[in-house]
């Protein structure tokens, strides 16, 4: 069973503690979902949790999600989502990308995005609030918005990210 009682706080804390454990620990531990990286563990519990606060059920296990971190080939590009009607949705996340980046919500904006496409089924979100910032995670990146997803915009950009279903 899904456990939705772990606050945001201490899912950080927890990442904290896996990131500071041994490579078999964190196996151990954090294997929740059984086809997805154990780094992306704590992202894609935490994907769930927000759905859940708004009253949407997700279980990324039971809609096999895969979750890798790899080399993706393209420049720039820092995840994807593959998905198609024969094959598991599968979300591939830049290795350069993941090490050069190791700020929680930049990773999280990432996932969360890619989660976007492969278990909500969302396509890209265009467009700019005044202030000149995105108004959706789910932006393409070529449009002239840039990304403002921090802890004081957080709660407004999952709230659109979950609402525009
Ligand atoms: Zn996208």
Redesign the pocket.
Request: a negative charge.
């Given at each position: 069973m899904r456990n939705f009682q772990f606050s945001f706080p201490l899912t950080v804390l927890l990442f904290l503690l896996f990131s500071s454990c041994s490579k078999d620990e964190i196996v151990e531990q954090a294997n929740f979902f059984p086809n997805v990286a154990p780094e992306l563990q704590t992202y894609f519990e935490e994907f769930e949790y927000q759905g859940a606060l708004r009253s949407i059920q997700i279980n990324l296990a039971d809609a096999n999600i895969i979750g890798k971190i790899e080399e993706l080939g393209e420049e720039h590009v820092a995840g994807q989502?593959t998905y198609g009607a024969a094959i598991d949705n599968e979300i591939t996340i830049d290795k350069g990308f993941w090490n050069d980046f190791p700020q929680l919500l930049v990773r999280e904006m990432v996932v969360f995005?890619?989660l976007g496409?492969c278990y909500l089924d969302r396509g890209?979100t265009e467009g700019a609030k005044s202030n000149g910032a995105c108004i959706s995670i789910?932006r393409?990146g070529l449009g002239d918005c840039f990304d403002n997803y921090n802890s004081a915009t957080r709660v407004a950009y999952l709230d659109e990210l979950f609402s525009n279903l």
């Open positions: 989502c995005h890619e496409h890209h789910m393409s």
